[in-house]
T-cell receptor
Framework: KAGVTQTPRYLIKTRGQQVTLSCSPI?????VSWYQQTPGQGLQFLFE???????NKGNFPGRFSGRQFSNSRSEMNVSTLELGDSALYLC?????????????FGPGTRLTVT | GQNIDQPTEMTATEGAIVQINCTYQ??????LFWYQQHAGEAPTFLSYNVLDGLEEKGRFSSFLSRSKGYSYLLLKELQMKDSASYLC??????????WGAGTKLIIKP
């Protein structure tokens, strides 16, 4: 079974631009979560989608948005990029939201804002 | 607010045993996870605890005390490949995962 895939793997943008990141979950997984990871900060939760609906949202500004499509693929958009948005963005999928489930992570998208 | 605390860094010797602690204060509790993350790679699942007690899986064990808001990950017979960051995460009442900052484990020969 193919794992979680994320595209692109690396991205360089300049301040003020916007970016869209894509995540394809494991086949059959309906829950997709997005995280931002920076050195020393750990994983910061951005949002979670399940069955095309946003179920949870972290404490990030409105510049960060996302969506999920009917095939469970998800996209994350960041508008008006700031230098502080430079980070590794990880996507994780799971079969369901409740019970003993684990999240499977993709390799991440390394975003650099200059 | 919600908070998860883990030591920032630990050092241990190859072949030894190490215990990585995690304390948490969250809005509700629906399970605790441990993940391993090697440098430059994505986190991978190690263990899940929802009831008090010890869960053993090969060289790795995880313990949970819900009344104390405490968990630990025990790694036995340490190998060099165990050098990684270990992340503790708690699922709160909204089924959102709250993550600790991770513990970087350095294994020395």
């Amino acid at each position: 079974k193919a794992g979680v895939t994320q595209t692109p793997r690396y991205l360089i943008k300049t301040r003020g631009q916007q970016v869209t990141l894509s995540c394809s979950p494991i086949s059959g997984h309906r829950s997709v979560s997005w995280y931002q990871q920076t050195p020393g900060q750990g994983l910061q939760f951005l949002f979670e989608y399940f069955s095309e609906t946003q179920r949870n949202k972290g404490n990030f500004p409105g510049r960060f948005s996302g969506r999920q499509f009917s095939n469970s693929r998800s996209e994350m958009n960041v508008s008006t990029l700031e230098l502080g948005d430079s980070a590794l963005y990880l996507c994780a999928s799971s079969l369901v939201r409740t019970g003993n489930y684990e999240q499977y992570f993709g390799p991440g998208t390394r975003l650099t804002v200059t | 607010g919600q908070n998860i605390d883990q030591p920032t860094e630990m050092t241990a010797t190859e072949g030894a045993i190490v215990q990585i602690n995690c304390t948490y204060q969250t809005s509700g509790f629906n399970g605790l996870f441990w993940y391993q993350q090697h440098a430059g790679e994505a986190p991978t699942f190690l263990s899940y605890n929802v009831l008090d007690g010890l869960e053993e899986k090969g060289r790795f064990s995880s313990f949970l005390s819900r009344s104390k808001g405490y968990s630990y990950l025990l790694l036995k017979e340490l190998q060099m490949k165990d050098s990684a960051s270990y992340l503790c995460a708690v699922r709160d009442s909204n089924y959102q995962l709250i993550w600790g900052a991770g513990t970087k484990l350095i294994i020395k020969p």
